[in-house]
C-alpha cells in the first residue's frame, strides 16, 4: 500500500500540474527551453534524493514534486512536435513518442 501512496501522489500531482506548465510555455511567461531545463534537472534532482529517503511522509512528498516536474516535459515535447512536423506526419510521431512512453513505463515496471 506505500507504493500506491507514493504512485497516487505523483500521478496527481502530474495531472495537476502539466496544464500549468503547458500555459507558462504557450503565454510567453517562459521558454520552452526554459521549462524543460527547470523539468528534467529538478526530476533528476528529486530522483537522487529519494534514494536517500527511508520514510514514508518525505517520500510521498518526494514522489508528488517528481510529478509535479515530470508534468512539465509532457506538454512542452507535444507542442514541440506539433511545431516541427508536418502534418502528414504527426500523427505517426506522436504515436512513437506515446509509445517510447509506455514501453518504458512498462519496462520500468517489469523490472521493479
Known amino acids: 500500500t506505500d507504493l500506491a501512496y507514493m504512485t497516487v501522489a505523483q500521478a496527481v500531482c502530474t495531472n495537476l500540474a502539466a496544464p500549468f506548465w503547458g500555459i507558462l510555455a504557450d503565454r510567453g511567461i517562459l521558454r520552452r527551453r526554459t521549462v524543460l531545463t527547470v523539468g528534467a534537472m529538478g526530476q533528476g534532482l528529486v530522483t537522487v534524493l529519494l534514494a536517500f529517503v527511508t ?13 509535479i516536474l515530470l508534468a512539465a ?7 514541440i512536435i506539433a511545431d516541427m512536423t508536418g502534418e502528414g506526419k504527426r500523427g505517426k510521431i506522436f504515436g512513437r513518442v506515446q ?9 520500468t515496471t517489469m523490472s521493479v
Not at 55 to 67: E, V
Not at 73 to 79: A, F, H, K, M, Q
Not at 99 to 107: Q, R, V
Open 55 to 67: 520514510d514514508l511522509g518525505p517520500m510521498i512528498f518526494l514522489r508528488a514534486l517528481n510529478g
Open 73 to 79: 516535459l509532457r506538454p512542452i515535447s507535444n507542442g
Open 99 to 107: 509509445s517510447a512512453l509506455l514501453m518504458g513505463m512498462f519496462i
